[in-house]
T-cell receptor, first 112, second 115 residues
Framework: DVKVTQSSRYLVKRTGEKVFLECVQD?????MFWYRQDPGLGLRLIYF???????EKGDIPEGYSVSREKKERFSLILESASTNQTSMYLC???????????FGQGTRLTVV | AQKITQTQPGMFVQEKEAVTLDCTYD???????LFWYKQPSSGEMIFLIY??????QNATEGRYSLNFQKARKSANLVISASQLGDSAMYFC????????????FGEGTQLTVNP
């Protein structure tokens, strides 16, 4: 089975902190994604990566950056966390030829 | 730009009955894929079913079927014989071929199955 693992299920951080959310997949997928989920808004794409060291902005990249130094790992970075970044964050991966993406279990981030 | 709309924030169904979750989409791309995901309260997104825009037949996976009406730009999910474990949030999503890997999601529908 494909496994997409996010490093934390729950995180509480302070305003202004630098926050790292880690995601690892074990199926050699080329494409990886970070989404943010908020009630009534569905999932919104923050960033995605189609290969190592390649990244592309999604719909809401402001306040975030990403890193993909290895194929299996895709990190989301909140440079200076703010309360409006309190949300559920979901990582996903997909082979470049595949139809659907596989998701991790999600990280619920609270910024206080 | 592409857009997915799910107009039902919440739906209720009796156990063992069928339920339809609505999804409409908008894209100018002639080739695209449509998806449904289930999100239980645990948070993980579970892939349910996929329909390609050029597929001649509606997709089915066990109790799930996708009612694809291309001219109406709708891709409704039908769940037959609902079970208590079907209670979850359901998301419709689309990926136009020109967008490469980008998946666009709807707002979601919270389904509650009553005993």
């Amino acid at each position: 089975d494909v496994k997409v693992t996010q490093s934390s299920r729950y995180l509480v951080k302070r305003t202004g902190e630098k926050v790292f959310l880690e995601c690892v997949q074990d199926m050699d997928h080329e494409n990886m994604f970070w989404y943010r989920q908020d009630p009534g808004l569905g999932l919104r794409l923050i960033y995605f990566s189609y290969d190592v060291k390649m990244k592309e902005k999604g719909d809401i990249p402001e306040g975030y950056s990403v890193s993909r130094e290895k194929k299996e790992r895709f990190s989301l970075i909140l440079e200076s966390a703010s309360t409006n970044q309190t949300s559920m964050y979901l990582c996903a991966s997909r082979t470049s030829q595949g139809a659907w993406a596989f998701f991790g279990q999600g990280t619920r981030l609270t910024v206080v | 730009a592409q857009k997915i709309t799910q107009t039902q924030p919440g739906m209720f169904v009796q156990e063992k009955e069928a339920v339809t979750l609505d999804c409409t989409y908008d894209t100018s791309d002639p080739s695209y894929g449509l998806f449904w995901y289930k999100q239980p309260s645990s948070g993980e997104m579970i892939f349910l079913i996929y329909q390609g825009s050029y597929d001649q037949q509606n997709a089915t996976e066990g109790r799930y079927s996708l009612n694809f009406q291309k001219a109406r730009k709708s891709a409704n999910l039908v769940i037959s014989a609902s079970q208590l474990g079907d209670s979850a949030m359901y998301f419709c999503a689309m990926r136009p071929e020109t967008s490469g890997s980008r998946l666009t999601f709807g707002e979601g529908t919270q389904l509650t199955v009553n005993p």
